[in-house]
Nanobody, 126 residues
Framework: VQLVESGGGLVQAGGSLRLSCQFS????????IGWFRQAPGKEREFVSG?????????YANSVQGRFTISSADTKNSLVYLQMNILKPEDTGIYFC???????????????????WGPGTQVTVSS
């Protein structure tokens, strides 16, 4: 399984970015893709997740109402994270990851994810 993120960059506070996660090699029908981020000096944290049916959507409280996760096509090989009204505290490395867990609560937990992309840097200036 391979995942690659793109779309990061430098943006002013209040601006928007759209991250993409291109993945391949998942051979089962039921899986989920999660977005995590890691700010300098902090632990990696859950941002948002979507499952292969598109019925499961989850957001961290800190991004609820500002970020939107979606999948691009019926094969679900591309997942987007639209980030609006960005704040300096959104700065960090953003990772997408894949999990085969079926437990809803576990889809928000980093250790549930077995496959990770290398990450893309998002910097929000004040």
């Amino acid at each position: 399984v391979q995942l690659v993120e793109s779309g990061g960059g430098l943006v002013q506070a209040g601006g928007s970015l759209r991250l993409s996660c291109q993945f391949s090699g998942i051979t089962v029908d039921d899986f989920a893709i999660g977005w995590f981020r890691q700010a300098p000096g902090k632990e990696r944290e859950f941002v948002s997740g979507i499952d292969s049916t598109g019925r499961y959507l989850s957001y961290a409280n800190s991004v609820q109402g500002r970020f939107t996760i979606s999948s691009a096509d019926t094969k679900n090989s591309l997942v987007y994270l639209q980030m609006n009204i960005l704040k300096p505290e959104d700065t960090g490395i953003y990772f997408c990851a894949a999990t085969l867990t079926q437990r809803l609560a576990a889809k928000r937990i980093e250790s549930s994810y077995d496959f990770w992309g290398p990450g893309t840097q998002v910097t929000v200036s004040s």
